[in-house]
């Protein structure tokens, strides 16, 4: 290559870091801050002995360390927490050039960074407070400075830095030893055939370096993951290495915010590529058969490790990603051999695939991966200073931390102390209702897993009416007006309407029969099962204008949607309170209530007939009129 074209190609180098750093940067604070950032930022906001200590997280302590510092030097706003993050994967896109020029040439180590810097999966964690991409860095620089140690053997400089960057690479994620083994599986033999019986001891007393350093850890954190880890050996089958392999390599491939069905068929040429490259190592030159074991290696040990670990998630083979890349670009270059226009249109291919995986992280809401802030925004504008909120999982608590309303209390759900079925907990429910007259109900995760039996739900539905509900991707939201309408089961306006012959609506009660526009109105609807309902339907209550326009709403299962009618029994009577928050917009003069019932998938109401004249009254039962009143 002449001078002129060396400064073009380097060049050309730059302007794909560039691009790399601007991806990164582009719609950063897009998404909140989600469960496991804020996780990360609230361990490395306590004092630097807890931050390293052993337990205070699965991972190993070099990512909270950094992160500790950064956040003392430039806070914790979500641009600021992720610019971090973003830094550190435009760093892994000259990384991945070096590598690949050393073990490829310059070509494929060029579209090997260009395929780093669009990379949909590798920007994705280059804006997540999260310590996968420093382990994706660490483990290509590692890679690299084997190859530059094994090349030049008695270069300090290379030792040292295969020593620094190897050594981080473990205190970052433990499948970064999956990449150390990797490497020895590589050069040992090749040291071994050649009989460089120097360097073998070199590279051995290398290991053992890297070994004795990281004894501290394993000392500290072993108690810890023993007790995390499980033995679930019918996980050793085929179906699963297929199954891990297949979601590594759609993730890399295309990202994780695309169709399932769009991911398959981005990964298609990807694939194929990584296969040729594959195909094309047939080399005596240990360097490509490192990069072929970076990938393939730590793929076998992710499968074999599985039935002792909890799950599995493809980000945890994210530090495979420089050698996909590195091989798809190989291959590439390979099919050009046969015709050189392939090679352009492979390339041309995979660019292309990334581009639509970017596309859907930037812009598809359906793949946010939280809304907690949002959430908290809306209590803190909706919010009444004496509004509570009761937070159900304890596990939402850094995050909870990071976007607190001001000026509400809030309560943890449940205790440490005792289970939600405890009597305590009905007592401590019942003192803080006293002293707040709404609460706000945040259910964190997956209530499955902390309240199976919706208790808090069911307490809060009981003595309250439910006024609000929405979901928030991470989490969902529920407003309870701790009064009903109804003190007792005594029905203050009886009134007989069957709904599809299933279900009758007794009759209902109202806190008042004038309101203002902003205030709320307390509704307790009375229903008795007529035969069994195989259905779960939705109640929706509508206060109507003369316009039949809505002035207030509120849709939920019965009961707060603890008391689903699929398990309703043949005569039981359900007393379900309902608060409807009058629009501040609404006109004043006569409204109506309308109730009925809905199946959620279709929207189809239920029709409901006069049970004693048979006359059918279309598909809602009218209540009484309420007078909204001018303030």
């Not at 609230?42 to 002995?49: A, E």
């Amino acid at each position: 290559m002449t001078g002129a074209h060396a400064r073009r190609f380097y060049l050309g180098i730059l302007l794909v870091v560039l691009l790399a750093f601007g991806l990164r940067l582009y719609a950063i604070d897009r998404q909140d801050i989600w469960g496991d950032e804020a996780f990360s930022i609230w361990l490395s906001s306590q004092p630097l002995p807890q931050v390293v200590a052993g337990g205070a997280d699965t991972h190993p302590p070099l990512y909270p360390f950094l992160l500790y510092l950064w956040l003392r030097l430039v806070g914790s706003s979500p641009l600021a927490v992720r610019f971090l993050s973003a830094v550190i994967g435009t760093l892994t896109v000259p990384v991945v050039y070096l590598l690949g020029h050393r073990a490829f040439g310059l070509a494929t180590g060029g579209l090997a960074a260009l395929l780093v810097a669009v990379s949909p999966v590798l920007t994705y964690y280059s804006q997540e407070t999260r310590m996968y991409g420093l382990g994706t860095l660490l483990t290509a620089a590692s890679v690299y400075w084997a190859m530059r140690a094994f090349q030049r053997p008695r270069s300090i400089g290379a030792w040292s830095a295969y020593l620094l960057t190897t050594l981080g690479s473990a205190y970052t994620h433990y499948y970064g030893f999956f990449v150390i083994l990797a490497e020895n599986l590589v050069i040992i033999p090749f040291l071994l055939c050649r009989r460089r019986w120097s360097d073998l001891g070199r590279w051995l007393a290398a290991q053992g370096t890297i070994a004795l350093a990281y004894l501290p850890w394993i000392a500290v954190q072993s108690g810890f993951l023993s007790g995390k880890a499980s033995a679930r050996f019918e996980k050793w089958d085929l179906s699963t290495a297929l199954r891990i392999a297949g979601q590594t390599f759609t993730t890399l491939s295309a990202g994780l915010a695309v169709p399932s069905a769009a991911a398959w068929v981005i990964s298609l040429p990807f694939l194929m590529a990584v296969v040729a490259g594959l195909l094309a190592l047939f080399r005596r030159q240990p360097e490509p058969w490192l990069v072929a074991a970076y990938l393939t290696l730590p793929l076998l040990l992710a499968w074999a490790v599985n039935p002792f670990m909890p799950f599995f998630y493809a980000r945890y083979l994210l530090l495979v990603a420089p050698a996909f890349y590195l091989l798809a670009a190989w291959g590439v270059m390979a099919w050009g051999r046969l015709w050189r226009p392939v090679s352009a249109v492979g390339a041309l291919l995979l660019l292309v695939g990334s581009g639509y995986g970017l596309r859907g992280y930037y812009t598809d809401d359906a793949y946010l991966k939280g809304r907690y802030g949002q959430m908290m925004a809306y209590v803190q504008a909706n919010a009444r200073p004496d509004d509570g909120l009761i937070l159900a999982n304890q596990l939402q608590r850094p995050l909870f931390e990071y976007y607190r309303p001001n000026g509400l209390d809030a309560y943890f759900f449940p205790r440490y102390e005792y289970p939600l079925g405890d009597p305590r907990t009905a007592r401590e429910l019942a003192t803080i209702a006293t002293s707040h007259p709404r609460l706000w109900l945040v259910r964190f995760g997956n209530p499955a897993e902390y309240d199976s039996g919706g208790y808090l739900s069911r307490w809060l539905a009981t003595h309250g009416s439910k006024g609000y509900f929405g979901g928030w991707v991470d989490a969902d939201l529920s407003l309870y007006v701790m009064t009903a309408a109804a003190a007792d089961d005594t029905i203050q306006h009886p009134l007989h309407a069957d709904l599809g012959d299933q279900v009758r609506l007794l009759g209902y009660a109202l806190s008042a029969e004038c309101v203002a526009p902003g205030d709320t109105l307390l509704l307790t609807l009375y229903w008795q099962a007529l035969s069994p309902v195989a259905e779960r339907y939705t109640v929706f209550t509508h206060l109507l204008d003369a316009s039949e326009q809505i002035q207030a709403q509120m849709d939920s299962e019965p009961q707060g949607g603890t008391l689903p009618t699929d398990r309703w029994t043949v005569g039981q009577v359900v007393q379900d309170n309902y608060a409807l928050t009058v629009s501040a917009d609404a006109t004043p003069g006569p409204h109506v209530l309308e109730v009925g019932m809905y199946l959620l998938e279709t929207l189809e109401r239920l029709p409901v007939r006069d049970p004693d004249s048979g006359a059918p009254l279309g598909d809602r039962a009218l209540l009484d009129s309420v007078e909204v009143v001018a303030p």
